[in-house]
T-cell receptor, first 115, second 113 residues
Framework: EAQVTQNPRYLITVTGKKLTVTCSQNMNHEYMSWYRQDPGLGLRQIYYSMNVEVTDKGDVPEGYKVSRKEKRNFPLILESPSPNQTSLYFC??????????????FGAGSRLTVL | GENVGLHLPTLSVQEGDNSIINCAYSNSASDYFIWYKQESGKGPQFIIDIRSNMDKRQGQRVTVLLNKTVKHLSLQIAATQPGDSAVYFCAENISGRYSTLTFGKGTMLLVSP
């Protein structure tokens, strides 16, 4: 089944404890992206990647890191999480920009709580 | 998501009614538009898309209308069912330019049996 898989789905952690949310897609998509979703603010892009070893900041990149060493994986790293990073996170992927269409396939989401 | 629906405009309909969800987009240069559906506890799912060279596109029970003059997009759902209950949001984009992909805040659709 074509899908985007995120782990963990739920996580409660404490301020300052480094964590990684993994994202993997099996559709050979070039483009991958991370979003956070907060009540009243909608989906906001954190980072995106056009291809392997190519990443760029989205609208809200502060406090996050990403890497794209392989085409299928795009982990989101919180080096020192803070309570304002409590949110619902989505990974998404799509075919490259040359397709002219940006239909994203989303993962099921990762609910992160930072105490 | 569990609390995605907070702070969102809500449309409540009866099962079998037709639903119309509206979206105003911001960038007059946008030429590609997508509607997503997000059920509770799940990620957004693609419903239908439309390019700016069209003003109407139909899918199964869904129709998207585009009015570029007033930068307005609507999603019509025919014979709404309880399974249609979800948050719906539109996205606008300039084709091929991922940096311009922008999502609307969304509308919650509640369908009563």
């Amino acid at each position: 089944e074509a899908q985007v898989t995120q782990n963990p789905r739920y996580l409660i952690t404490v301020t300052g404890k480094k964590l990684t949310v993994t994202c993997s897609q099996n559709m050979n998509h070039e483009y991958m992206s991370w979003y956070r979703q907060d009540p009243g603010l909608g989906l906001r892009q954190i980072y995106y990647s056009m291809n392997v070893e190519v990443t760029d900041k989205g609208d809200v990149p502060e406090g996050y890191k990403v890497s794209r060493k392989e085409k299928r994986n795009f982990p989101l790293i919180l080096e020192s999480p803070s309570p304002n990073q409590t949110s619902l996170y989505f990974c998404a992927s799509s075919f490259g920009a040359s397709s002219g269409a940006n239909v994203l396939t989303f993962g099921a989401g990762s609910r992160l709580t930072v105490l | 998501g569990e609390n995605v629906g907070l702070h969102l405009p809500t449309l409540s309909v009866q099962e079998g009614d037709n639903s119309i969800i509206n979206c105003a987009y911001s960038n007059s240069a946008s030429d590609y538009f997508i509607w997503y559906k997000q059920e509770s506890g799940k990620g957004p799912q693609f419903i239908i898309d439309i390019r700016s060279n069209m003003d109407k596109r139909q899918g199964q029970r869904v129709t998207v209308l585009l009015n570029k003059t007033v930068k307005h997009l609507s999603l019509q759902i025919a014979a709404t069912q309880p399974g249609d209950s979800a948050v719906y949001f539109c996205a606008e984009n300039i084709s091929g330019r991922y940096s311009t992909l922008t999502f609307g805040k969304g509308t919650m659709l509640l369908v009563s049996p």
